[in-house]
């Protein structure tokens, strides 16, 4: 009985320690964070803005107590995919299931992954980064939230703060200083310099790829671009025991729907697959296969047109 009171009221002090704190407001939510942000829009192709808007709503300016006790700012239950840490809590329903992160990095990278991993939400990266109001539409379509106005709410808090700056290509995140960096108190949480892509990064269908160079490895890339192994496997849909070849694109960050808004159509040359393509465009192959009404692993006949953009209900050749 006695062990039981001692955790009991171990767990409110430290409770109230967190509580206790003074709350960020948004304006230090988004000095905090901003650098985080941007270099995750690289990595996957959110927008800055809606990453942030999004951590600002979900969290409130990160003084909610997902954020303050599980590290989680925007609110992503587990689901039957998370093997992570879990934290309970009163949501839509008592005693939901959400994702604890050992840090807010982890927090906001696990966001930027459940949004390109999840079929639903695939049509969002058909728009611009720069179009944060379709991006903020598109996650309420998708059912992000069950708020009636989660659109209106994010855009709302973009306009305010200007967010929608962060989503410029020319924006440059200022690195942290070593002597500026801080730990919350009973914390692990430190920020950290975040460092962009670098310049061998090229872009097609708003997509960052790079140029396979004799002696790259996926492991020297992934660790080069701050980004996982079985990222870039699951990017250019290929199986673990693929072997790179020089001069071939590798994304960094998922293929689209669509090949960019100029390249309509296609015509296949000698020797050249539907996976071929499918990289040369940045489209993932079974929305190739499925727009162009082939079925799924076939191979076309080399001149055989195909269509980038828009499906075909029969084929001509």
Request: aromatic letters at 12%.
């Amino acid at each position: 009985m006695h062990i039981k009171i001692i955790v009991v009221t171990a767990f409110i002090f430290s409770t109230l320690e967190v509580f206790c704190q003074s709350k960020l407001t948004r304006n230090e939510y988004v000095t905090k964070y901003q650098n985080i942000a941007v270099d995750e829009m690289k990595r996957s192709g959110i927008p800055a803005s809606i990453t942030l808007a999004q951590g600002i709503l979900e969290s409130d300016n990160g003084n909610s107590i997902l954020a303050t006790v599980a590290n989680n700012h925007f609110g992503v239950k587990c689901h039957n995919d998370w093997t992570g840490k879990t934290f309970y809590y009163d949501d839509d329903k008592p005693n939901e299931c959400f994702r604890k992160y050992k840090n807010v990095e982890d927090s906001f990278r696990d966001h930027s992954d459940f949004l390109t991993q999840h079929s639903r939400y695939d049509f969002l990266f058909d728009y611009k980064t720069t179009d944060y109001k379709s991006w903020a539409q598109g996650l309420k379509k998708a059912g992000y939230a069950t708020n009636k106005h989660y659109d209106v709410l994010l855009i709302k808090i973009i306009e305010e703060s200007e967010l929608h700056r962060f989503d410029d290509k020319n924006f440059k995140p200022q690195a942290i200083s070593s002597k500026n960096k801080k730990s919350k108190p009973g914390s692990s949480e430190t920020e950290i310099s975040i460092n962009p892509f670098n310049n061998d990064v090229l872009t097609y269908n708003r997509i960052d790829y790079v140029i396979v160079k004799t002696g790259d490895t996926f492991e020297s890339i992934a660790e080069k671009h701050e980004m996982m192994v079985w990222q870039l496997y699951k990017y250019n849909e290929l199986p673990k025991n693929a072997k790179l070849i020089t001069d071939s694109r590798l994304y960094l960050q998922p293929k689209r729907r669509n090949a960019a808004i100029d390249d309509k159509f296609y015509t296949l040359s000698e020797g050249e697959t539907m996976y071929d393509v499918s990289q040369k465009f940045g489209i993932k192959l079974k929305y190739l296969y499925k727009k162009n009404n082939i079925e799924f692993g076939t191979q076309p006949e080399a001149g055989t047109t195909l269509s980038l953009r828009k499906n075909i209900k029969t084929r001509t050749n």
